[in-house]
């Protein structure tokens, strides 16, 4: 979507000079409206940076686990502008992120047994260390909850992975789709 989807009330200039969204909005007024009937999580991704109220100067990401919806920033993990020669460590940055807040929304807490995309996170060096699977205990506890093809879904994740140039994540969905077969 355009990002003229956003009205100028839940816009702001931040003290950097970027322009950033209320996150709240993009939840209540675009992804919960938006979310289908038969879905259990909507995630949302932007290029904005994003605010969760006007005292905080930015948030990474805000998400309503209640409502099934939420929504992540790429903006911070450029370490500044987004450029071509950044924008892959950006992007696994946004999966990983993503893909935790998703692991919640399906129930998940946080993981101790292994490096995992569940492991608790408190700054983007920890984030970067942390591997964009989920560990085989996660994807067991994700499987029972929605009994989903894991074959297929490892051979999506492994195309996936290997459209966007993520080496590690690649290699790490054929080892995961080599035990399965
Ligand atoms: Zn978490
Ligand atoms: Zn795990």
Known sequence: M?????PEKVKRISKEGQEQVLAGYVLDS?????KPKDAIVLMGITEKDLFPLPEWNYVFGLASYEDGVGVASIYRFADGQLTDSNF??????LIKISSHEIGHMFGISHCLNANCVMN???SLSETDYHLARACSL???????SIHYDNKKRLLELKNFFEK???NTELSLSQQDLNLVQ
Do not use: A, D, E
């Not at 355009?2 to 956003?6: D, G, K, L, S, V």
């Not at 675009?30 to 938006?34: A, D, E, F």
């Not at 892959?88 to 940055?93: E, H, I, T, Y």
């Not at 996660?138 to 029972?144: A, E, F, P, V």
């Open 2 to 6: 355009p990002n003229t989807i956003f």
């Open 30 to 34: 675009i992804l919960i409206k938006r």
């Open 88 to 93: 892959n460590k950006s992007l696994l940055r």
């Open 120 to 122: 608790g996170t408190n």
């Open 138 to 144: 996660c994807q067991r506890k994700l499987n029972s």
């Open 164 to 166: 966007q140039h993520l």
